[in-house]
T-cell receptor, first 113, second 115 residues
């Protein structure tokens, strides 16, 4: 059973703070990792993807991957009220025929002005 | 169009009826995916198309669900004899290639309500 686990939250942070979102996955051979943002009633929107161990930065967002610990995280610096949304972690399992993404349940982030 | 387009945006149907949900992917994207998202859950994979063929339909819950993509572009998800448990948001996504590093872009979804 391939699983992706996230703390459902809600995670509340004050405006301007760093928000840290965490995700663990069960399939050790997983190769690609994605973070999607989903506003209430809207579809998921891709914000970050990472394939290699270490950090990947894009603007205020940093994705961190540790394959040995089967852990991927998303840091949001200088959090804004507009960042308030549910953040979905998604993992692509190994195998040439595996193109499906396995999603976690998402972490609800609330940025307090 | 610029993004993945899904129609209708909302569909209310009676238990036992047949429904069709349509997805128009981003132009040029060969890979197309259907997912289902229930309230408070992440999207759940249903089926993946590469071109016209269903390369992976392992996520379809039972034989009441079927999807086609006859010309390798628009796809239709078909649900027969709908049940209340089928109520969810059905999401379509597309990507430019099916490799491990593909990024899938989602449409706005069709909210299906079975009453």
């Amino acid at each position: 059973q391939k699983e992706v686990e996230q703390n459902s939250g809600p995670l509340s942070v004050p405006e301007g703070a760093i928000a840290s979102l965490n995700c663990t996955y069960s399939d050790r051979g997983s190769q690609s990792f994605f973070w999607y943002r989903q506003y209430s009633g809207k579809s998921p929107e891709l914000i970050m993807f990472i394939y290699s161990n270490g950090d990947k930065e894009d603007g205020r967002f940093t994705a961190q991957l540790n394959k040995a610990s089967q852990y991927v995280s998303l840091l949001i610096r200088d959090s804004q009220p507009s960042d308030s949304a549910t953040y979905l972690c998604a993992v692509k399992p190994p195998g040439a025929g595996s193109y499906q993404l396995t999603f976690g349940k998402g972490t609800k982030l609330s940025v307090i002005p | 169009g610029a993004g993945v387009s899904q129609t209708p945006s909302n569909k209310v149907t009676e238990k036992g009826k047949y429904v069709e949900l349509r997805c128009d992917p981003i132009s040029g994207h060969t890979a197309l995916y259907w997912y289902r998202q229930s309230l408070g859950q992440g999207p759940e994979f249903l089926i993946y198309f590469q071109g016209t063929g269903a390369a992976d339909d392992s996520g379809l819950p039972n034989d009441r669900f079927f999807a086609v993509r006859p010309e390798g572009s628009v796809s239709t998800l078909k649900i027969q004899r709908t049940e209340r448990g089928d109520s969810a948001v059905y999401l379509c996504a597309s990507s430019s290639n099916p490799g491990i590093r593909n990024e899938a872009f989602f449409g706005q979804g069709t909210r299906l309500t079975v009453v």
